[in-house]
């Protein structure tokens, strides 16, 4: 505690749960629009990672309810969005847009992995019998319905794009609207989610599929990298540069909340903010990316220099979201003072639960691959062959 604080200022109520939300949220809407680069606007440099980043898409945004689910001390209630609908309320739009945005997604990796399905449904055993009711026990398959799935999957991921902009959108447009905090409410807030999103969604798919080649030796498909390697690059340059700019015209106006803005980041938010959002996690990767997007690296130094990019840019919308969220809630409605606030280990909301909820999504996925391969046979090849 800094100076003068309200009694009620003293405990930070949103803690790790709120910060993951948005952060698997971002995944989600991040890995679906690298997938739709491919299927919709025909990005085929990106086609070895195009089923695998709608997978990811549908399996993080099962689990992206999760960590409200947990901070809400009757889970259960929050069905009732759905039983009564409200639909003034910003919180009862997150309830809507998730249901249309879980069918649009699903029923497109229904339609992408179907021809799959319909091969393991031929055969025998549960996963076989699986399959088939998977597939409504129609294993039909012929020119015309593969060109049906192929249209209607065009479609519909033409139609999640939207929705997953307003998905995670809306976790900005909530945090933009809370006048009472002159940290989040900048109408900025609400672009620099989309677009931070899309980076950690990019960077997950960069470092999921070169962890993946490289424990199993598959070869690495050397367009696939530097595509996405180019797009990160120019999305972080956009999510980077409003970030600054949000604060910087906060700064410049030098309104009464700039006071205590500037205090909070010049002394609670100084290591976690300016030394590693900024200038390591951002400055960095930057550098890294445009080395790579502008030079002919060898092979070896162009995949190293995009893995330890992506993996800081992970580091960097997490830093974000810790910022924004926990640091908010540090300011005391006084303008006078600080509280402050250390995350949990063993708690129910605590470092050990977000780390089950983050990883858990990896093996689900695991689990998906096993039934039906997520990535092309060309890239698959081991690197000996």
């Not at 409003?242 to 002394?267: C, F, H, N, P, R």
């Not at 976690?272 to 996690?281: A, C, H, K, P, R």
């Not at 999504?361 to 698959?380: G, K, Q, S, T």
Request: hydrophobic residues 55%; aromatic residues 14%; contains cysteine.
């Amino acid at each position: 505690m800094f100076e003068f604080v309200f009694p009620n200022d003293l405990n930070v109520t949103w803690s790790v749960m709120i910060v993951l939300y948005p952060y698997i949220t971002g995944l989600v809407a991040g890995a679906f629009i690298v997938s739709s680069l491919y299927h919709l606007f025909g990005q085929e440099a990106l086609k070895p990672v195009a089923r695998f980043s709608l997978a990811s898409a549908f399996v993080f945004l099962i689990f992206a309810p999760l960590p409200l689910l947990i901070h809400l001390g009757h889970p259960e209630r929050a069905f009732n969005i759905m039983i009564t609908p409200n639909f003034q309320s910003a919180m009862a739009g997150f309830g809507y847009i998730y249901t249309a945005y879980l069918i649009v997604v699903a029923i497109e990796v229904w339609l992408v992995v179907r021809e799959d399905l319909i091969a393991r449904a031929r055969g025998t055993g549960p996963i076989a019998l699986l399959c088939r009711a998977a597939l409504l026990f129609n294993v039909r398959s012929t020119e015309a319905t593969r060109a049906a799935d192929h249209r209607a999957a065009k479609f519909l991921a033409g139609l999640g794009i939207p929705m997953a902009c307003l998905l995670h959108g809306y976790v900005g447009f909530l945090f933009g609207s809370l006048k009472a905090n002159p940290w989040w409410s900048t109408p900025l807030m609400l672009i620099i989610f989309i677009f931070s999103a899309i980076v950690s969604g990019i960077s997950i798919l960069v470092f999921h599929y070169m962890t993946i080649s490289r424990i199993n030796g598959w070869k690495l498909d050397r367009p696939c990298v530097r595509t996405m390697g180019k797009f990160l690059w120019g999305f972080m340059i956009i999510a980077v540069s409003l970030e600054l700019l949000e604060v910087m015209s906060v700064a410049y106006k030098q309104t009464e909340e700039w006071e205590i803005i500037g205090k909070l980041i010049g002394d609670k938010l100084f290591w976690s903010y300016i030394v590693l959002q900024y200038l390591v996690f951002s400055l960095i990767p930057f550098f890294l990316l445009a080395a790579n997007a502008l030079f002919k690296l060898r092979l070896k130094v162009s995949n190293t220099v995009v893995f330890i990019a992506a993996s800081m840019l992970l580091v960097q919308v997490i830093l974000m979201r810790w910022n924004v969220i926990i640091g908010g809630q540090m300011l005391s409605k006084s303008g006078r003072g600080f509280t402050s606030y250390v995350p949990g280990i063993f708690e129910k909301e605590g470092l050990i639960t977000a780390a089950i909820i983050f990883t858990a999504p990896f093996l689900i996925l695991y689990l998906f691959h096993r039934v039906v391969p997520l990535f092309p046979v060309e890239a698959m090849q081991k690197k000996t062959a």
